[in-house]
């Protein structure tokens, strides 16, 4: 890849230097786009709520909220974030976990949306009000990821209110006078299979029917979290977006007639699906080493892109004015790990100590994962708009990597 939105990588890199992740705000528009129009052919009342984990550069918020998008935030910093980017507290749905008194005494006095991880955390948040609306996450017991790690449902997965439990979590929210309520899923992540999401939403409203039945409660709205996948090798096929909201609603309006429930809002919490394919990671090669296998080395490592070393992620990487593929090469960082290995077995030209690589696919999970590890700066950041290159985060310098610090 050699230009990005009409802009050629290498006049990019001259002018802010390497490393840097850059966004394409035109495929962040497309997506949410794309995604939106799936399934408001279907549904009347549908909104679509950022999850801020995958991205959380206000400008990159500023984007989504102008688009007519809510947020899903995981902790009362995402919250600030959100409303800084200007989103209002009716479009910021707060979905924690494990979540300390400290932490829920911060988020309640927002009155935003609160989706619940656990009995436990319904007990602490009525010590501090009672909310107006009650939401708890269930995990149903099953639950799909790409990778171990991202797999957010099931047996494993440390999220959510089991199944069995559900009926006990809205009877103490109706003892305490709550009338209102939602529910919140999330069993997958980077999901490209359409029947998953019908499925799991199935699996949803069997647990629901029958509880909110019973207590003879309605949901206001129905959350079924994010999921949504995008390709990260050339060999997968993109998720069918269209089949997709149609197969979710009719599971949807079948079981919202069986139960009798007033026609709930549909909640999607996308984050990867949004931003995923709009940030690439540029890098520059600081040493090539030819010893038991050939290394090249650039300076953007696992401090600035963990996925590779946490999950065994896979990104498509190219390498700027240069194609035919001959050799195998091994990318790594800069980072004192031998986990610090971005791409193995990369299929690649001949790379020489000063070439441009490109890191594809990494708008989601990249900077917001990023560290300081080893004494790094973090990148910075770049977006690529109709007006131009515009710089929304500076890359850190040392007084940021110690101002944190009490010196004596």
């Given at each position: 890849m050699d230009r990005i939105n009409n802009f050629d990588v290498a006049d990019i890199v001259e002018r802010f230097g390497t490393p840097i992740y850059l966004y394409d705000e035109s495929s962040i528009v497309s997506n949410y786009q794309k995604l939106h129009e799936a399934f408001s052919k279907y549904f009347e009342k549908f909104s679509i709520h950022f999850s801020?984990?995958?991205?959380?550069?206000?400008?990159?918020?500023?984007?989504?909220?102008?688009?007519?998008?809510?947020?899903?935030?995981?902790?009362?910093?995402?919250?600030?974030?959100?409303?800084?980017?200007?989103?209002?507290?009716?479009?910021?749905?707060?979905?924690?976990?494990?979540?300390?008194?400290?932490?829920?005494?911060?988020?309640?006095?927002?009155?935003?949306?609160?989706?619940?991880?656990?009995?436990?955390?319904?007990?602490?948040?009525?010590?501090?009000?009672?909310?107006?609306?009650?939401?708890?996450?269930?995990?149903?017991?099953?639950?799909?990821g790409g990778f171990e790690g991202i797999t957010t449902g099931g047996a494993d997965a440390k999220f959510g209110v089991p199944y069995e439990l559900l009926a006990e979590a809205y009877k103490m929210a109706k003892a305490e006078g709550i009338q209102r309520y939602g529910v919140h899923i999330m069993t997958g992540s980077n999901i490209l299979e359409p029947y998953y999401f019908a499925e799991v939403l199935e699996k949803l409203f069997r647990i629901i029917g029958r509880v909110f039945n019973e207590l003879e409660i309605q949901p206001e709205y129905i959350d079924i979290g994010g999921g949504f996948g995008i390709p990260y090798t050339d060999g997968e096929k993109e998720l069918d977006l269209d089949f997709t909201a149609k197969l979710v609603a009719e599971v949807f309006f079948e079981y919202v007639e069986k139960y009798g429930f007033n026609t709930p809002e549909l909640i999607v919490e996308p984050g990867r699906y949004l931003v995923g394919n709009a940030g690439f990671l540029i890098s520059k090669v600081t040493g090539v080493k030819n010893g038991y296998k050939k290394f090249v080395g650039i300076d953007a490592g696992?401090?600035?892109?963990?996925?590779?070393?946490?999950?065994?992620?896979?990104?498509?990487?190219?390498?700027?004015?240069?194609?035919?593929?001959?050799?195998?090469?091994?990318?790594?960082?800069?980072?004192?790990?031998?986990?610090?290995?971005?791409?193995?077995?990369?299929?690649?030209?001949?790379?020489?100590?000063?070439?441009?690589?490109?890191?594809?696919?990494?708008?989601?999970?990249?900077?917001?994962?990023?560290?300081?590890?080893?004494?790094?700066?973090?990148?910075?950041?770049?977006?690529?708009?109709?007006?131009?290159?515009?710089?929304?985060?500076?890359?850190?310098?040392?007084?940021d990597f110690i101002a944190t610090m009490v010196l004596e």
């Open positions: 801020i984990k995958a991205n959380s550069n206000i400008s990159i918020l500023k984007i989504l909220h102008n688009l007519g998008a809510g947020v899903d935030s995981s902790s009362p910093f995402e919250v600030k974030v959100a409303l800084q980017a200007g989103f209002a507290r009716d479009k910021i749905i707060y979905t924690g976990n494990y979540e300390s008194i400290d932490d829920l005494q911060e988020v309640a006095p927002y009155n935003i949306q609160i989706n619940l991880d656990d009995i436990s955390s319904f007990n602490k948040l009525i010590q501090i009000c009672i909310p107006d609306i009650v939401s708890f996450r269930v995990n149903p017991g099953i639950g799909k696992m401090n600035c892109l963990v996925r590779p070393a946490l999950y065994g992620a896979v990104h498509r990487i190219s390498v700027y004015g240069k194609n035919n593929n001959y050799q195998l090469v091994n990318i790594c960082g800069q980072i004192c790990e031998n986990s610090d290995i971005i791409a193995k077995n990369l299929p690649a030209p001949e790379i020489t100590e000063g070439d441009i690589l490109v890191i594809h696919d990494v708008g989601a999970y990249g900077y917001s994962m990023s560290s300081n590890y080893n004494g790094r700066p973090r990148p910075a950041e770049v977006l690529v708009s109709q007006q131009g290159l515009h710089l929304i985060r500076r890359k850190e310098s040392y007084e």
